[in-house]
C-alpha cells in the first residue's frame, strides 16, 4: 500500500495548497473589497464636509460605484429620497435612486437638489426688478424728437442725443430705484419679491445708488440743455423731474390719491419730449420772436407727438397696476385700479387705444400730422390688441405680464412715429 498511501499524501498535499490558495484568493479579494468601501466612505466624508452634490455612476460595477463630481448645495432646500434601491444585480443600485442633481446629507441619505430652481428663480426676480424694457419710457422721448428736430429743420447732431439718452435713462433709474425704497417705507411692496429693497435687503444702500444715478443724470442733462437758447427747456425738464418725485417721494406721495398717471402723462409728454425738442433743434430756431411766449416755437405737430408719447408711457403705468389691487388697497394706495377695479380699468385701456389711433387718424386728415404718421402707428396696432387681449382673458396674479406687453406696445408705436416722421421727411424731398 506504499504506492497509494504515497498518491494520497500527495493529493491531500495538493488540496491543501488549493485550499490556502483559495483561503489567499479570498483574503486578497477581502482586502481590496475594504480598500474599495475605505476609499468610497472617504470621499462620502469629503462630500458631506464640503456640503456636496454626489452624483454616482450607474452600473460602473454589480456591488460598487464611485462617486462622480460633486457641488456645493449651499443655499438650497431639499428633500428627502430613499438613498438606494435593490438591483437586479443583488448590489445596490445607487444610480438609479440618486437624481443628477442629488445630495448625500450628514446623516447619509439622498437629499433632492434644488439649487439650480433657486438659481434661476433669483436671476428672474433680479430680471424683472431691473427692468431693462422699462428704460425704453426714457429714450423714446428723447429719439422721437431728435426725429423730429431732424424732420423740421434737418439738424441732427449724434452726440447730443447720446447724451441726453444716457442722462435721461440715469433719471428713469434713480425713479425706479428710489419708488422701491418709498414703497418699501410704507410696506406696499412687502410681499413684491422682484423689489430691488427686498432683493438686497438694505434700503439705504438702494438709495444711496438711487441717488447717484440722479446727481449723475441731472447734471449731465442740464449740463447739455443749459445751452439752449430758450430757458423753457430747462425749465420743463426741471418740472419733469420734479413730478418724478412728488408722484412717490415724502410728504407728497401723490401716486397714494390716485393722480399718478396725470404726473406721467405731463413728464413724459408735453414736458419732457417738448424739451428734448427744443434742445436738439438748431439754436437759432429756439429763439422766440420778439414779444412771443417761449413755447411758440414749438409747432402744433410737436405738441399733438409729445401728446402721444405721454399718452403710450401712462399705459405702462396704469397696466402696472393690474395684478397689485390688493396690495395697493391694503397700503391705502389708491389707483385707479383700486377705484376702477379690473373690468372697468380693461374697458379704459381699450378706450384709451382707441382714442389714440382714432385721434391720430383725424389729426393727418386735417394736416396737423404727416398722413405717413398714422400709416406707419397702425403698423403697432397688433401689439395694441395682444394687450388688451391679455387684459381680458387674465386675472390675479397672472397680469403681472400686462406691463411688459404695454412695454412692447409702446416701443412698437415711438418706432412707428420715428419711422413716420422720416418718410414724410423723404416724400417731401
Known amino acids: 500500500r506504499w504506492p497509494e498511501e504515497v498518491d494520497e499524501l500527495r493529493i491531500s498535499k495538493s488540496a491543501g495548497r488549493q485550499s490556502q490558495s483559495f483561503q489567499w484568493e479570498d483574503t486578497r479579494i477581502g482586502h481590496l473589497q475594504m480598500l474599495s468601501e475605505a476609499r468610497l466612505g472617504a470621499r462620502v466624508r469629503d462630500a458631506r464636509a464640503t456640503g456636496a452634490r454626489a452624483a454616482i455612476e450607474r452600473r460602473c460595477s454589480p456591488t460598487l460605484r464611485p462617486l462622480g463630481p460633486l457641488r456645493s448645495p449651499r443655499g438650497t432646500q431639499g428633500r428627502k429620497i430613499p438613498a438606494a434601491r435593490a438591483s437586479s ?32 428663480e433669483q436671476k428672474a426676480l433680479w430680471k424683472r426688478a431691473i427692468k431693462l424694457p422699462m428704460y425704453s419710457v426714457g429714450l423714446a422721448p428723447v429719439l422721437v424728437s431728435a426725429t423730429a428736430a431732424f424732420a423740421h429743420h434737418g439738424s441732427f447732431n449724434p452726440l447730443k442725443t447720446l447724451g441726453l439718452c444716457l442722462a435721461s435713462v440715469a433719471i428713469i433709474a434713480w425713479l425706479n430705484l428710489s419708488n422701491d425704497v418709498f414703497d418699501a417705507a410704507t410696506g406696499v411692496d412687502k410681499n413684491k419679491r422682484e423689489s430691488v429693497v427686498n432683493l438686497v435687503g438694505n434700503w439705504k444702500k438702494v438709495f444711496l445708488v438711487a441717488n447717484v444715478f440722479l446727481i449723475a443724470g441731472a447734471g449731465l442733462l442740464f449740463g447739455i440743455v443749459s445751452a439752449v437758447p ?44 417738448n424739451a428734448f425738442y427744443l434742445a436738439q433743434i438748431p439754436a437759432t430756431q429756439a429763439v422766440p420772436a420778439a414779444g412771443a411766449a417761449l413755447w411758440s416755437v414749438i409747432p402744433s405737430s410737436m405738441w399733438a407727438i409729445s401728446t402721444f408719447i405721454g399718452l403710450s408711457t401712462t399705459v405702462i403705468l396704469f397696466c402696472s397696476h393690474f395684478h397689485q389691487i390688493e396690495g395697493d388697497r391694503a397700503a391705502g394706495k389708491m389707483s385707479p385700479l383700486v377705484r376702477l377695479g379690473v373690468d372697468k380699468a380693461t374697458s379704459t385701456l381699450k378706450f384709451i387705444v382707441g382714442c389714440t389711433y382714432s385721434v391720430m387718424l383725424v389729426l393727418s386728415l386735417f394736416g396737423v400730422l404727416p398722413f405717413a404718421m398714422w400709416t406707419s402707428a397702425m403698423v403697432s396696432y397688433g401689439f395694441a390688441g395682444e394687450m388688451v387681449k391679455f387684459a381680458e382673458t387674465k386675472r390675479g396674479d397672472e397680469l403681472k405680464d400686462l406691463k411688459m406687453l404695454a412695454t412692447r406696445w409702446h416701443v412698437a408705436f415711438s418706432g412707428m412715429l420715428m419711422l413716420g416722421l422720416i418718410v414724410a421727411k423723404l416724400m417731401v424731398l
Do not use: H
Open 89 to 120: 444585480t443583488g448590489g445596490d443600485d445607487f444610480g438609479s435612486a440618486i437624481s443628477p442633481d442629488g445630495i448625500i446629507g450628514p446623516d447619509g441619505e439622498i437629499i433632492k437638489q434644488t439649487r439650480d430652481t433657486m438659481s434661476e
Open 230 to 273: 430758450n430757458e423753457l427747456a430747462t425749465k420743463a425738464l426741471y418740472a419733469a423731474i420734479c413730478c418724478g418725485y412728488v408722484y412717490q417721494g415724502p410728504p407728497f406721495r401723490w401716486s397714494y390719491l390716485g393722480v399718478g398717471e396725470p404726473l406721467c402723462f405731463l413728464a413724459f409728454g408735453p414736458l419732457a419730449t
